[in-house]
């Protein structure tokens, strides 16, 4: 009989804990999210995970979708943490039917991948889309908990 697959805990055991880039976006790119009281909001869910072991790094709020890195305990299920904050944030979401694109990107940060250097990547974004000309100008962003990752 071949040798069985290594269980997600034996992998995650690696990346202690893990840390996830997630993206997440409105339904037919509406421009909904760029606001002070969607950012309030995204903070003040973020906060409460942290008493649940669940830690909601750096974060971009475009007008149309959401950029940030999260890490859980082993048991943290990223999908229903996802659809936990999208109802959060709906609640400050103008009254527009099917605010979410359905599903989410995610990426599994390894240890080899630099959390800096995709983070870079992210927070040049609202340049990238001309909303800003600099980086630090765009205010629907932050880091809610420091991970330290290189």
Not at 20 to 39: D, E, K
Not at 69 to 87: E, I, K, N, P, Y
Request: proline content about 7%; charged content about 25%; overall charge positive.
């Amino acid at each position: 009989m071949p040798e069985r697959p290594p269980r997600l805990h034996h992998v995650f055991q690696r990346y202690d804990p893990p840390l996830y880039f997630v993206t997440f976006n409105t339904n037919r790119r509406r421009r909904l999210l760029a606001n002070a009281s969607v950012q309030n909001e995204l903070v003040h869910f973020a906060q409460e995970g942290q008493v649940r072991g669940i830690g909601v790094g750096r974060y971009v709020i475009m007008p149309d979708h959401i950029h940030l890195f999260v890490w859980g305990t082993l048991d943290f299920c990223l999908r229903q943490w996802v659809r936990m904050l999208r109802r959060a944030l709906s609640t400050r979401i103008v009254a527009v039917p099917s605010h979410w694109q359905p599903g989410f990107f995610d990426h599994l940060l390894r240890n080899d991948e630099s959390y800096a250097r995709k983070w870079e990547y992210v927070r040049q974004n609202p340049v990238r889309a001309g909303l800003v000309e600099s980086a630090e100008d765009w205010p629907y962003q932050g880091e809610i908990v420091y991970i330290d990752r290189a």
